[in-house]
């Protein structure tokens, strides 16, 4: 057999040996082992085009808040929503081929069992963050995608939520969904528009220390500060660790990863107690801000604080806008947020809480069954998505005072200023920014909504992770037989204990997660389990 797709699998081989999983943040390893799976995921990306008759798909080149030599490839639905689990499964087996031959009758083979004519158009949009191995993991996609005869748009280096803002405006063009112009320029004008509007005139307190990872968030950060209102009007913005000549140093001391794990401020940052900080991941889709109080204590404010501000001020400005009736929020979070953030939602904002498996798919899914879905992990990922009908119930209408009116401008500007496509740091921190100035508040004044559980978040390495199989939303372990019945009972031991233990989608462990009503008790807690999963 032969032809282009066999040559240009055969230019890239597969390492003997290993094998590859489409896992919840696409395909992620050492940068070294990717060739053969990106020009295979060229393939892939063009089937799916395909099969959707020419839809524009994304392809994103990052490994996130991963170490500098890792990298990765994710794949994009034409809305900017993650892939379709069936495809997930196709990338797999995609990537597994080893021979040239066995991958050209797989691609042949899924075009048969699609009816996918080969002869449609395949559109594809490429993006890569500021990884060294980056350039040469975008020729081995190109391979692919020429060998499938795709029409190829690369956008360079775009932060991965600008890449999923790209695919939606493609694919939306010139209807009513319209989304926006497909152009980075496009992305700065939306979401600085939004934010002067949904500012109303207020101006955020003080200034904000922004930590880049000396990722790709950097040189974009500073590109959409171009386009923000002057810091006299509106915000000062303190860009750090922005540093890409250096990819060697991306995530490295810095970013939302290493503060959340570490809890803890970039050893870089020079700010003061009460300055606000945030830190953004390697690829700019994930958001944490923290802050050092009077006593100069660390203080975090996470995913789970970013729900709860958000959803509190949303619900607010839908009430006064004489809203509430007919629009419902909601909010969804995994197994991670903090019972304390769960238990204020529920309990303080009377909102309803969904509790989903780990990973931002499965958020996003269920906060699609709400009116307004506010999703995010706690360890900062994630956004807030208005259904087809709330939008046009807030399209249609009629204010009835002038404070009505008020409220209703605030959430059209909202629904621009929010990355609907997919969690975007940029995005959710420019909401967060308004938030903070519409109420008032300084870091401080949000940290008092709610005292967390102290919590303690462990990584076990086991033989086997996969004989670990959770129910009840990750929440509890079906299997090792008897091994959910021990933990339950040292949970019982300590005041206010939760602890779960699940295998990670993303690293080879298993994950014990243990909260409590003291420090002593949740650290006790995560060991106790953490010794029972060994
Ligand atoms: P795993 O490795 O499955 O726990 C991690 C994060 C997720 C999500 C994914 C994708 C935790 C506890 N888990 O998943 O929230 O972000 O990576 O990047 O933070
Ligand atoms: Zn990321």
Request: charged share 25%; net charge negative; hydrophobic share 40%.
């Amino acid at each position: 057999m032969s032809g282009p797709i066999v040559e240009a699998v055969q230019k890239h081989p597969a390492p003997e040996g290993l094998i590859y999983t489409y896992g919840t943040a696409g395909f992620r390893t050492k940068a070294d082992v990717l060739d053969s799976v990106l020009t295979r995921v060229g393939l892939v990306a063009a089937l799916r085009s395909r099969s959707l008759k020419g839809k524009w798909i994304g392809v994103m080149i990052t490994a996130s808040h991963n170490p500098p030599e890792d990298n990765g490839v994710k794949l994009v639905e034409p809305l900017g929503n993650m892939l379709q689990e069936e495809w997930e499964v196709i990338s797999t087996d995609m990537a597994n081929k080893v021979s040239a031959e066995h991958v050209s009758k797989f691609y042949h083979d899924i075009a048969a069992q699609y009816r996918i004519d080969l002869e449609t158009p395949a559109r594809v949009v490429v993006a890569r963050d500021t990884r060294a191995s980056g350039a040469r993991l975008l020729g081995c996609v190109m391979d692919g995608l020429k060998a499938a005869g795709a029409e190829v748009k690369d956008y360079g280096f775009l932060t991965t939520p600008q890449l999923h803002y790209m695919v939606r405006c493609l694919n939306t063009e010139d209807t009513k969904d319209a989304y926006g112009t497909p152009t980075e320029n496009g992305y700065y004008e939306k979401f600085s528009h939004a934010f002067k509007v949904a500012l109303k005139g207020k101006k955020p307190s003080g200034s904000l220390t922004v930590d880049c990872a000396n990722g790709v968030g950097g040189p974009k950060l500073t590109e959409l500060i171009k386009h923000l209102p002057p810091k006299e009007e509106a915000l000062e913005i303190f860009v750090i660790n922005d540093n890409v000549i250096k990819p060697e140093s991306l995530n490295v001391e810095c970013g939302a990863d290493y503060v959340k794990t570490n809890q803890r401020a970039p050893p870089s940052s020079k700010a003061g107690a009460g300055d606000r900080c945030c830190s953004l991941d390697g690829d700019a889709d994930r958001v944490v801000y923290y802050f050092k109080d009077m006593n100069n204590v660390f203080r975090l404010l996470d995913g789970d604080r970013i729900a709860t501000l958000v959803a509190s001020f949303l619900g607010d400005q839908i009430r006064q806008a004489g809203l509430a009736d007919s629009i419902k929020i909601g909010v969804v979070q995994t197994a991670y947020a903090n019972g304390a953030a769960t238990q204020y939602v529920e309990q303080h904002l009377k909102l309803k809480v969904d509790c989903t498996p780990t990973g931002v798919k499965h958020l996003h899914h269920a906060a699609e069954k709400l009116d307004v879905g506010v999703y995010f992990e706690a360890n900062g990922h994630g956004t807030v998505i208005f259904s087809d009908d709330t939008l046009e119930t807030i399209a249609k209408y009629e204010p009835k005072s002038p404070g009505q009116k008020e409220a209703l401008d605030v959430v059209h500007a909202c629904i621009d200023l929010i990355n609907q496509s997919v969690g975007d740091a940029l995005s959710d921190m420019l909401l967060v920014e308004v938030v903070l100035a519409h109420k008032n508040w300084g870091p401080q004044e949000w940290l008092s909504t709610y005292t967390d559980l102290p919590n303690r978040l462990l990584k076990v390495i086991v033989n086997d992770r996969k004989i670990f199989k959770t129910t009840d939303a990750e929440r509890r372990l079906v299997s090792p037989e008897g091994l959910q019945a021990q933990i339950d009972k040292e949970v019982q031991k300590v005041r206010q204990g939760r602890s779960f233990a699940r295998a990670s989608g993303t690293e080879d462990a298993v994950r014990v997660y243990a909260e409590a009503a003291t420090k002593a008790e949740a650290e006790d807690l995560a060991r106790k389990v953490a010794e029972l999963v060994k």
